[in-house]
């Protein structure tokens, strides 16, 4: 009786060509599972205006960088905003890079340009206007540890939700 054996090659071939035609398919499922953080449920800790310190919903907001409010102006929800009148303030994902695919901003005073920038992604750059919530979508491929948020009017900037 003959017994057939796999050839070691064969066998290496056949399983790399497997895993490049599933591969595509486990990418698009651990994509299709996005976070939206909002700041409405759970409610960051403290009183309207306080920091929103350390990691919230997988984010971490530093010390002392960002605060939280009440709903205000144009937004309806909770929000966050620049600590003081600063012009940026990065955010950091955590425990690991991840996408961010958009984000809902307003402006309660000034209207100014918003710039995301993540120094792996190309940069957006977005006029955002007083009066209504605007959602910005990057578009983005790679994830990336930190976001930078720039916005030329400062602190009138308040972040309603993302989504990575």
Not at 27 to 47: I, R
Not at 138 to 163: C, K, P, R, Y
Request: glycine share 6%; proline share 5%.
């Amino acid at each position: 009786m003959k017994t057939s054996t796999l050839n070691p090659i064969r066998y290496i071939l056949i399983l790399l060509v497997c895993t490049l035609y599933a591969l595509p398919s486990i990418l698009y499922v651990a994509h299709a599972q996005s976070t939206t953080v909002t700041f409405d449920n759970p409610v960051p800790l403290g009183s309207s205006d306080s920091y929103l310190n350390g990691i919230f919903q997988g984010i971490n907001w530093g010390t002392n960088q960002w605060r939280w409010t009440a709903p205000y102006a144009s937004d309806p929800t909770n929000a966050v905003y620049f600590d003081s009148n600063v012009q940026s303030r990065t955010f950091t994902f955590s425990p690991a890079p991840q996408v961010l695919e958009s984000i809902r901003v307003y402006t309660s005073q000034y209207s100014g340009t918003l710039t995301l920038s993540d120094g792996v992604n190309p940069n957006i750059i977005q006029t955002i206007t007083t009066g209504s919530i605007q959602t910005i979508t990057t578009n983005w491929t790679q994830g990336s540890n930190t976001i930078m948020v720039n916005f030329t009017a400062g602190w009138n900037l308040g972040i309603t939700e993302l989504t990575y």
